[in-house]
């Protein structure tokens, strides 16, 4: 069973860092985009950012040029690397893998989440 594990997450002072990374357990047929996406309480999940199969990346207005997404597909893994954090960052952050799985079907996975905030 395919399993998107998170970590990283925790509580930083605005302006600080955070390095989130997820790890793709289970075995899956191929890894296609992996993305980053964020739940703010009472506000529907966004989109962050995706790197691609080729190691393309883009992100979101509101991130662009604090936020780099990266992966390293030898250990089945994402990154999210966070730089000048705001209070507006705190969020639960979600890890979602696209690919194929091992009967190759399409496949979507998510993470459980892990909680970002930023507070002084």
């Known amino acids: 069973q395919v399993q998107l594990v998170e970590s990283g997450g925790g509580l930083v002072q605005p302006g600080g860092s955070l390095r989130l990374s997820c790890v793709v357990s289970?075995?899956?047929?191929?890894?296609?985009?992996m993305a980053w996406y964020r739940q703010a309480p009472g506000k529907q999940r966004e989109w962050v950012a995706v790197v691609n199969f080729g190691g393309t990346t883009n992100s979101a207005d509101s991130v662009k040029g604090r936020f780099t997404i990266s992966r390293d597909d030898a250990k089945k893994s994402a990154y999210l690397q966070m730089n000048s954090l705001k209070p507006e960052d705190t969020a639960v952050y979600y890890c979602?893998?696209?690919?194929?799985?091992?009967?190759?079907?399409?496949?979507?996975?998510w993470g459980q989440g892990t909680q970002v905030t930023v507070s002084s």
């Open positions: 979602n893998a696209n690919g194929l799985s091992a009967s190759f079907q399409r496949v979507t996975y």
């Open positions: 289970g075995t899956i047929g191929r890894l296609d985009d």
